[in-house]
């Protein structure tokens, strides 16, 4: 069993950054063992999509309307992933989600709010 914690969520202004993290931890659990790391978005009234994604040997994706802007790293030894977001819009605003890919099991976080003012 994983549990994956965020935090870095807050309000900020349309232009200004946010840094995500989610912390990985659980019994029996290798960090290392995770296939793919990811964040993921919910805005009010919408579906959940995907923002971004790592593998476990650095490759990465993003959502075509975020690339350029945010990025995503992993750091194995703190069993941590980050989404760094620049050049916030208010169409960013959010519920944040990790999601961790140890196949076949799938584990999501609680979410974190970021909210854009314009």
């Known amino acids: 069993q994983v549990q994956l914690v965020e935090s870095g969520g807050g309000l900020v202004q349309a232009g200004g950054s946010l840094r995500l993290s989610c912390a990985a931890s659980g019994s029996s659990f290798s960090f290392a063992s995770i296939n793919v790391l990811a964040w993921y978005r919910q805005a009010p009234g919408k579906q959940r999509e995907f923002v971004a994604s790592i593998f476990g040997g650095g490759s990465t994706n993003y959502l075509d309307l975020v690339k350029g802007r945010f990025t995503i790293a992993r750091d194995n030894a703190k069993n941590t992933v980050y989404l760094q977001m620049n050049s916030l819009k208010p169409e960013d605003t959010a519920v944040y989600y990790c999601?961790?890919?140890?196949?076949?099991?799938?584990?999501w976080g609680q979410g974190t709010q970021v909210t854009v003012s314009s």
């Open positions: 999601n961790a890919k140890i196949t076949p099991k799938v584990y």
